[in-house]
């Protein structure tokens, strides 16, 4: 991912943050099959690593995990909040003219090589974990356990698992670093009077 030094995310602490606040990540492999991409729910075991390790699961029919399998690398996407930066909201528009649009957003790559497994008390045990978090705050949370014990044992068998330790992350947080302390003033508060809920978060981020 290109990172202009001003934009890059250093801190693992933060890099995990953008992780673990991404509910769906893509995950993109290279093999004998060329490009193939999954949107996945992860868990992020922070502790397991030196930058922890990602845990999820495809459906056997999806020939993907056969690439991880095979070792291929795999590059999991976790993208944050974004937004339109248009010229218009920079006050140096009105002194020389000298804008364009851009945009400003937040994103970590992960790099890594997998395990894949398919051993039932393993995929059970990572598909409570996901549900849990998922379910977590709702009213009524869905447990596995809520669902006959034969039909999950055959639903497990219809899926395949892997961890994959992270290896290399790279972060990127575009927030208008780059612009003057008026232009970023000027970004913030024009995405924060948008009535796009994806503008106001990115606002949000840069206060």
Known sequence: MYTPSSFAIDDLH?????????????????????LQASHL??????????????????????????ELQNGAEALVIFAGADAYVSPEFYPSKAEHGKVVPTWNY???H????????????RLRTLVSAL?????????????????PADYIDGMLKAIVGFALPIQRLEGKRKLSQNRNAADITGVRE???ASPDVHDQALAHLMR
């Open 110 to 121: 992960a790099y890594g090589t997998a395990e894949v497994f398919t051993d039932a008390n």
């Open 41 to 66: 729910p992860l868990l992020l075991s922070s502790d397991q690593g030196p930058n922890g390790t990602l845990y999820g699961h495809f459906a056997k029919a999806n020939p993907q995990w056969k």
């Open 14 to 34: 933060e890099l995990h943050q953008q992780i673990l606040g991404t509910r769906l990540a893509v995950l993109v492999t290279h093999g004998e099959q060329g």
């Open 190 to 192: 024009g995405l924060a």
């Open 106 to 108: 937040v994103a970590v």
């Open 131 to 147: 549900t849990d978090r998922h379910e977590a705050g709702r009213a009524s949370p869905w447990k596995v356990a809520d669902a």
